[in-house]
Structure formats: structure tokens, C-alpha cells
């Protein structure tokens, strides 16, 4: 039978694409990151299907789970918060289920970038002040950053950085920044994007440390760094130009 890892989406149960529902509706057993889902999704599950919450489970466990679905013949819903593509941890699960002999296949969903882009009704992309997004994070209690992708020096594009999993070390995060974007470029910060609780702050490098540390935010947000946060005066985009020539 198949793995499916699917994206569940940033946070509210109704950002998920209609294949992944359709997926979660179809399968007889259901693996989910704990609360990083919404449970309403869990809801979709056939009546009678296992729910295994994966949020205690080792690697090992979690593939244990997988291969024993399979040999029973029962298909398997992966649920993972957001995209699978971003900070997952399939590609692991996926060379594991490779070894073992067991098919897969990945269902995208909404990312935690794009949903907090819409949160604060931001482009990440604008004409002639950014067209550049660097996706990273911290190197703190998680593995190591691969050298060259530390701050510093992802910094000196001066691309707007979107960090997910380093609200707790926001300082950090400053500190590193400051010499290449300045104290007045525009940053924010989105906790728990598209769900009920929302929360969503808004400032420069200069004073959004504080602002985090002052709402206790420290998990379960995304920090966005960038002058296209700011962008009010700037060139329309080709792409709907008169001057555009269209076949």
C-alpha cells in the first residue's frame, strides 16, 4: 500500500488542499505530529482508523509504524505541519521507507512562510526593492546549519529572510542582522499563523526583539526580516504592463 505525507498547513484545519483531504478520507491509518495539527483534520479519518500521534515517537518508532501499515495492507496518512518540502523531517522518513521497500508519495500544503505573508498582506516579492526569499533558520538545539548558511552570512544578500523555529533566540537573531540590514529595516514577527490565536507583531530590527519577548512568544512562530515589508513606492510588476507585449 502507499505512505502519504501530507501537508496539513500552518494552523486552521480548512488550509489543506483538497487531495490531501481526500488522502486523510481514504486511509486506514493516520500518523500526525501532535499539536502542530489541527485536530478537526483528524476528524476526516475513516471511522474505526488507527490515530497515532507521533509527537513522543522516535525515528525508529515512526517507521516502525509505517512498515507495520504496510504489511497489513493499509494505507497511511503522514501528517505534517505546513509543507512537507520546509523543516519536516521527511527526507529521513523517506530514505527509511525506500530501504524498507515501501511506496510514498508527498501531498504539498500550505506552507508557514505563505501564511504569514497573508497574515501581515504582504508580497514577499516586489518590483525593484526584493525578488529574493531565503527560507533558513538558527543552529541552537537542532542540528548544525551546513557551512555558509549562518546568518551573517545569508545576511549580506540583504534578501528578505524568513527564519522559522528561532523566536526563542530573537536576540540572536538581531544581534547577527543588524550590521547588514540596519536598525530601521522593517521586521515582523507571526505566531500561530491562520489559527484562532493568531498573533502577529510589527516593527524594525531595532525594537522587534523586544516586542517578542514582551508577548512570550517563543515557539511556533515564523520572523521576517526585509525592506519589502516595508515597500509602499515601487515600479508595477511586468507582468500586467501595457507596454507588455502579449500573443
Known sequence: MTVYFIGAGPGAADLITVRGARRIASCQVCLYAGSLVPRELL??????????????LTLD???EELVRAHEAG???ARLHS???SVFSAVAEQMRRLDAAGVPYEVVPGVPAFAAAAAALKRELTVPTVGQTVILTRVAQRATAMPEGEDLATLGRSGALLVLHLAAGYVDRVVEELLPHYGAECP???VAFASRPDELILRGTLADIAGQ???AGVVRTAVILVGRT????E???SHLYSADRHRC
Not at 43 to 55: F, M, S
Not at 229 to 232: I, S
Open 234 to 236: 515601487f515600479r508595477d
Open 212 to 214: 517578542v519577548k514582551e
Open 82 to 84: 505546513g509543507d512537507p
Open 43 to 56: 476528524a476526516e479519518c475513516p471511522e474505526g482508523a488507527r490515530l497515532v500521534d507521533t509527537a513522543q
Open 187 to 189: 521586521a515582523a514577527v
Open 74 to 76: 493499509h494505507d497511511v
Open 61 to 63: 518508532q515512526i517507521t
Open 229 to 232: 515589508l516595508g515597500a509602499a
